[in-house]
């Protein structure tokens, strides 16, 4: 389909990621159907946390994966804007920044890590005392041992996004087909709850960005992709209750990743992970751990309202970068994005635009193309 | 209307104590309006564990309570037959009664003084030794310092339990009127959202049985309740936990009160107190203590789905007893059950239907009598 604008994109998944593609494809003169059977709501994407931070999540070993995610991350403003554009409904891109915490010495020896890291990169982080950021953030807890101060991280409300591209990819003339998909073949979707005449989408090029179940659609997919378990929970400030704090708050307790990022009216607090399957039920234990974690860090969202407890599943590979690139003739894998997907969106969408339209693919998406699994190289 | 079993009675309240009475007075005969938008569903009741356990809830000082729990404890086994038969969906009573357990030496100081009353009365509970209860209940912890078995006591599932008195209530008759009622007079009820003719309902008697709310209705019942807010969590088991326990697993944390009941497919867990008013929101730190205190006792709910955290508001009075009689010529009260709706509701019934038929009163109910609480006596 390359140099054709004017072919049909079957785009499977409503994910962020999916969306993004089908938005960027519209805009880019595609005719875009979109498969999914409730666009936005139930996936990873929808339990997510929102945070844009390949910054203060970078570690030794991941460098393609932070420049990867810094590419996406200097896109955001931009797609942001063209959403708000797009879609009549900003995003509310959140630009205060991280303070990554510690709880012990260990946790802050960790830090350590990242802080060295972050430097040999050329990229600055200031090292702060509990007493200095508990001056920038007066929420922090007596149980925060110093942290780090990491600028130009971002963050989104995630469903405030999905709700922005459901209804940019609409007014850019996407049409959603209401439908589970249960296979792909090159230039047919098969569905799966449909009967007679409707129960496929024939098209040009498949886009998958069915995120941890991209691996049932295209055997190119099978064992490349593996879910990974995160409960997350949702706290509403009360009338009782400190206001959130400004920056995305998140750091080891003992040895255990937490992160507090604010909304507008409350606090997204996540993540656990387990490698436990397709299981989404939240857990006692699970609950338990992510509370007593944040409350370390924040112990005034004791007075926070719980409203809701949920459990999303990471599309993950073995190297933590997605899959994004040709796996069969007309078939474009948009998956793999692991705890990135918000982040990633903005340059998988460019993308997948380059990959379907020909036109140019951002650079830093190469080390994503799914050949370095070792299936063999495909080009359209 | 004594003496009349045809007159028309308003029970305003569909929970489980308006309910129960709506049902009973209408195999008495009365021709019965229950009113209510939703009935069973979003109050106290619904959120209610559903113990009937007023030995095991025992403490000096409030004997007449204990009376009055065990005199309907004692119709329990009837009530739910009838139950069963009327409705099609039998409440399925469960006798394996309790564990009260401890968590340190002062929380086991608690249970002595408990042990030494209910002796005192001539109940018989028996000590064990933690090795002793684990042989009993397997699923308990180490953090478990002795306790006693409290035979005797019952426990229903209160959604069931709903379910059945609703359906019970429709096939004896019962005319349920969705609408909110704003005031009371006597021989009248006005509704909240109803408009033009149908703004109120007329009837010989009122019934008022909305739990914490039933002080808005009439000035008879002004100052007499105060809501005391409770949290409670509804646990399902998973094919990688433990089943749950046998007994009603309950007793002191360090001083904090918890109690763990069995469901067929889990484990409900309560409740926290609190003298904050009409809060319905479930709170972080609430929720906190709760996992926290029933991991302690059973450590592998850790593994269970937690699948709803939800609070409702006790109507609780100064004595802890209900208000349980005329209030002003024509109006009944039924309500104040604090802690004890499910545990009341046959004696409840039956004091309803003596009241408002002229039959013969349960002798405990005598001490529920409204006039108690400095109004004055009212006869119908």
Partial sequence: MSGQQDGIVAVVGGGVIGMSAAWRLAVAGCRVRLIDPDPGFGGASW???????????????EEPLLELGAASLHRWP?????????????????????????????????????????ASLGRTVTRHTSRRLRGLEPSLGPGVRGGLEVPGDL?????????????????????????????????????????????????????????????????????????VKGEILRLRSRATSIP????????????????????????????????????????????????????????????????????????STEDNLPLLGWVAPGVVAATGHHRNGFLLAPVTAEAVVGLVCGSALPAE????????????????
Same sequence: chains 1, 2.
């Fill in 47 to 61: 339990v997510a946390g929102g945070m844009l931070a390949p910054i203060a999540e970078a570690w030794p070993g």
């Fill in 78 to 118: 931009d797609f942001a804007e063209r959403l708000g554009r797009d879609s009549g409904k900003p995003p509310g891109l959140r630009d205060e920044g991280t303070l990554v915490v510690a709880a012990d010495s260990a946790d802050r020896a960790e830090l350590d890590t990242l802080a060295d890291h972050l």
């Fill in 155 to 227: 963050a989104v409300d995630n469903r405030i996004t999905l709700e922005a591209l459901r209804a940019a990819a609409e007014s850019a003339g996407v049409e959603f087909v209401r439908a589970a998909a249960r296979g792909v073949r090159s230039g047919v979707v098969e569905l799966a709850d449909s009967t007679g005449a409707d129960s496929a989408v024939h098209c040009d090029v498949v886009v998958i960005a069915t995120g941890a179940h991209a691996e049932e659609l295209h055997p190119a997919l099978r064992g490349a992709i593996r879910p």
């Fill in 244 to 315: 959130p704090p400004r920056r995305t708050i998140r750091g080891p307790v003992h040895g255990r990743q937490v992160y507090l990022v604010p909304r507008a009216d409350g606090i997204v607090i996540g993540a656990t992970q387990y490698e436990a399957g397709f299981d989404t039920e939240v857990t006692v234990g699970g609950v338990r751990n992510l509370l007593a974690d944040a409350e370390r860090f924040v112990p005034g969202i004791a007075e926070y309202a719980l409203v809701e407890s949920t459990a999303g599943l990471r599309p």
């Fill in 365 to 380: 998406a190469k080390a994503a193309d799914p050949s370095r699994l070792g299936g063999q190289q495909c080009t359209s």
